[in-house]
């Protein structure tokens, strides 16, 4: 990334001087096809750079004629037409470049529209894995800036190599017209302009890359400790003074290197001023020699005309030099928006979706392997099947793999090995979107939209009415203090829903996945510690809803266990144990360990002892 503000950067950084990109037919030929589509808007940008660019031209030539024809030869007549003659191509150029500017904004405004949609819609589509192995930071900057940086790439760099292009041919073919000894003279004093320039943007480029580090550096310690969870930390462990130091000092190196750069860019401009004026210096010189020694026949005119011209050149020229920086830095951009066109989604929709009509919520494994990790598995053999309106629960010691074991029925994930069958059909060969609007999951993580209750809820169902928005708030158990709240279902929820409690967002969740009115009902149980008027809400929510669906419950809690048809004991990947609590409550197995040392007994289960007797 180049640092922020200021001109654009003429150096690469060592990052960006490591990971330069190959520039192959193949990339050019792709980008070119994000440009093919405004190829007539192309074209009419180029025709008015190249009118623009002759038109800026003509008054440096037109100052000849003004001091040779009009001031010298004493002709008012002449002086006034070439005068109006010069600002009437001023006008006209800069009327086109005023085109030029609005064409140029068009082509890559809507080529970066179409760039960020064609994006947007490939990320949609990308699978979990995608989400959870790349950083939210990564993926949102491709989105934004780099797709930003096209636009860029196409209103400056582009539009910057033609202009300065062709501006460059016709000073040069006007300069050698004019006088080629002094147009070689003129070409040789550039380059005396063009050299400190770059090696005073060098020294500035390395100040500035410095301050960038500690802007970063301050950013981050904005970001850790004024976000929700740091500043709590901040409090909680007391580290307010260091903090303020760690800022303080950064903020101070900060200074001084800006102070520094202000300063460098101040020799920057002495040195520039100096060789500007070095170069007309050298041809009023050379013109002069030449003009009262050799040629007679050159004027005053012509020389001034060259003068004008090696000033024109000045600009174009430095421009040429940097733009091979940034023409790397735009295949660069280019490379890293197209690696991310590359990914092909893991999970996709099968090639000859079956779609049926309706759904049972019937599942069953078979056999089923999985690993996110090549070198590690997850799951071995994992074999069961839930039938229609019954209910299993799936316990088990923390990493053990019940919610990956769950993530593979909405196909979060495909199966490494076996089959996971929803209603009798492999999943991987179910229309995507049927398999997952039948199944409805209730997460440890509750995610909430910023926005109100109403909202969060017709995610879920856009269509619904206001009496099954609060027919699902009753059943999920939320309905109460849903009323109780001033606004009512148009309550706020706040960032992510940090405004509720747990409790509140799992049953204002609940309420969303009942207005699914999925087939399948998942529950992966919070662990965390809820207070037990919660936990009993949610509870009371649950059970009913489990009695009247097919449903897998990932349990924690007693109660919860003890509504299911089946339970299933996942141990390390495996089911090590299956059956209902009494069958397995007295087995002396994993389930009595988990029974004796984790679950939340309830005041109403009476203790393995009980349950083993009565067997
Ligand atoms: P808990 O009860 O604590 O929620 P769990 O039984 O649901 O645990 P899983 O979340 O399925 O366990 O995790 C099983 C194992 O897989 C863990 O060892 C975990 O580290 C690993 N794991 C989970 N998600 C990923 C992932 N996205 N990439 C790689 N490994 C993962």
């Not at 640092?3 to 030929?29: C, D, H, I, M, Y």
Request: proline share 4%; aromatic share 8%; net charge negative.
């Amino acid at each position: 990334m180049p640092p922020r503000g200021g001109p654009r950067q003429q150096f690469l950084t060592e990052e960006e001087k490591k990971a330069r990109p190959k520039v192959t037919s193949a990339l050019l030929k792709r980008i070119f096809s994000y440009l093919l589509p405004y190829w007539k808007q192309m074209l009419l940008v180029l025709c008015a750079i190249v009118i623009s660019s002759v038109l800026s031209m003509l008054p440096s030539v037109l100052t000849g004629r003004i001091i040779d024809e009009g001031l010298i030869g004493r002709s008012m007549e002449k002086l006034v037409l070439y005068i109006v003659l010069s600002l009437a191509v001023t006008l006209g150029a800069n009327l086109i470049g005023v085109l030029e500017s609005y064409l140029n904004s068009w082509i890559a405004q809507h080529i970066t529209f179409d760039m960020h949609n064609k994006m947007y819609a490939h990320l949609l589509r990308m699978s979990h894995r995608f989400f959870t192995t790349n950083s939210q930071g990564d993926i949102i900057t491709r989105m934004t800036s780099d797709i930003s940086g096209v636009q860029q790439i196409i209103t400056n760099t582009l539009s910057s190599i033609l202009s300065n292009s062709i501006t460059l041919i016709v000073a040069l073919v006007i300069m050698f017209r004019q006088n080629w000894i002094l147009a070689i003279v003129g070409i040789l004093v550039v380059p005396l302009f063009v050299l400190p320039t770059r090696s005073a943007g060098k020294a500035r480029w390395t100040i500035t890359n410095e301050s960038q580090a500690c802007s970063d550096e301050i950013n981050g310690i904005l970001n850790e400790t004024l976000s929700v969870s740091g500043q709590l930390l901040v409090k909680l462990f007391g580290r307010e003074q260091r903090e303020y130091e760690r800022y303080e000092a950064v903020g101070r190196r900060q200074v001084a290197l800006n102070i520094r750069e202000s300063m460098a860019g101040r020799w920057f401009r002495v040195a520039l001023s100096t060789f500007s004026s070095i170069g007309p210096m050298l041809l009023y010189l050379a013109g002069g020699v030449i003009m009262m020694r050799y040629d007679e026949t050159l004027t005053v005119g012509d020389i001034t005309v060259l003068v004008t011209l090696l000033g024109r050149m000045y600009g174009p020229v430095s421009q040429l030099l940097n733009i091979q920086v940034d023409w790397i830095r735009s295949m660069a951009l280019f490379t890293r928006i197209f690696d991310y066109f590359d990914m092909v989604p893991e999970v996709g929709q099968p090639a000859a979706p079956v779609h049926p009509v309706t759904a049972k919520g019937e599942v069953t494994f078979e056999h089923v392997d999985f690993s996110y990790d090549p070198d590690r598995q997850i799951l071995r053999d994992v074999s069961f099947q839930l039938p229609e309106g019954r209910c299993i629960a799936i316990v088990g010691p923390s990493g053990s793999g019940k919610s990956t074991l769950i993530n593979l029925i909405p196909r979060l994930y495909d199966v490494t090995a076996g089959r996971v069958l929803f209603d009798g059909e492999d999943v991987r060969t179910l229309d995507l979107a049927f398999l997952r609007s039948h199944i409805g999951i209730v997460s440890q993580e509750t995610y909430l939209f910023n926005g109100t209750i109403r909202e969060n809820l017709l995610y879920a169902r856009p269509d619904a009415t206001e009496e099954m928005l609060l027919d699902a708030c009753r059943q999920a158990n939320i309905l109460d203090f849903i009323e109780k709240q001033e606004n009512g279902l148009d309550t706020v929820v706040g960032n992510r829903g940090l405004k509720l409690s747990g409790g509140e967002k799992q049953r204002i969740s609940i309420a969303r996945v009942l207005l699914k009115d999925p087939a399948l009902m998942i529950f992966d149980e919070a662990t965390s510690a809820l207070d037990s008027i919660s936990e009993q809400k949610i509870q009371d929510a649950i059970e009913p809803l489990i009695a009247s669906r097919t449903s897998i419950l990932i349990a924690h809690r007693l109660s919860t266990i003890l509504a299911a048809d089946e339970i299933l004991v996942v141990k390390d990947g495996e089911i090590v144990e299956r059956g209902t609590h009494h069958e397995l409550v007295g087995a002396g197995g994993v389930y009595t360990q988990l029974y004796e040392t984790q679950f939340n007994k309830s005041a109403d289960a009476p203790p393995a002892q009980e349950y083993s007797e009565g067997e």
